[in-house]
């Protein structure tokens, strides 16, 4: 069983020096991870909250949403392969709410590969409700994406 996630982790906005390190862990969650341009449009998007967590002096890991008038659609939630099953998941989706309610969502949206069980099981955990499925969202694979939502309290 692995050890519970680090208590003190910092939540810091993306910054160019840290596009390096997640395009790693990129490379180590996804059979399409993004790109170094796309982690740079996260920069100049005025509609884009991103937020690297430290452990101690560690990345491990990110996530960011757009704020489309009340509506925080989540682009990205990755812990580092050596931070996974250690609930940091879970501390990243409940930062990423609190930031969205913060700055005025009242919907939260994501997409989910189908496979992922793992986060569904979490998004499921955190009152997300599945609203369709994308056929094919994922082009490389092919592979299905859920779509799902959940209301934010105020």
Same mark, same amino acid.
């Given at each position: 069983?692995?050890?519970?996630?680090?208590?003190?982790?910092?939540?810091?906005?993306?910054?160019?020096?840290?596009?390096?390190?997640?395009?790693? !862990?990129?490379?180590?969650?996804?059979?399409?991870?993004?790109?170094?341009?796309?982690?740079?449009?996260?920069?100049?998007?005025?509609?884009?909250?991103?937020?690297?967590?430290?452990?101690?002096?560690? !990345?491990?890991?990110?996530?960011?949403?757009?704020?489309?008038?009340?509506?925080?659609?989540?682009?990205?939630?990755?812990?580092?392969?050596?931070?996974?099953?250690?609930?940091?998941?879970?501390?990243?989706?409940?930062?990423?709410?609190?930031?969205?309610?913060?700055?005025?969502?009242? !919907?939260?949206?994501?997409?989910?590969?189908?496979?992922?069980?793992?986060?569904?099981?979490?998004?499921?955990?955190?009152?997300?409700?599945?609203?369709?499925?994308?056929?094919?969202?994922?082009?490389?694979?092919?592979?299905?994406? !859920?779509?799902?939502?959940?209301?934010?309290?105020?």
């Amino acid at each position: 069983m692995n050890e519970p996630a680090p208590q003190a982790l910092e939540f810091l906005p993306l910054r160019e020096e840290h596009i390096d390190s997640l395009l790693e !862990i990129e490379h180590e969650a996804y059979p399409e991870p993004w790109t170094r341009s796309m982690f740079r449009d996260e920069l100049n998007n005025k509609l884009s909250y991103f937020y690297v967590v430290f452990a101690g002096e560690r !990345i491990a890991g990110y996530t960011g949403f757009w704020l489309v008038l009340d509506e925080a659609h989540i682009t990205t939630v990755v812990v580092k392969k050596e931070f996974r099953g250690q609930g940091l998941g879970r501390r990243l989706m409940e930062f990423i709410l609190n930031k969205a309610v913060e700055v005025g969502a009242r !919907i939260a949206t994501l997409e989910v590969r189908i496979s992922n069980r793992r986060a569904r099981n979490l998004y499921d955990s955190l009152g997300f409700h599945i609203a369709g499925v994308r056929r094919g969202y994922y082009p490389q694979t092919g592979e299905d994406a !859920i779509v799902m939502f959940k209301e934010l309290d105020a």
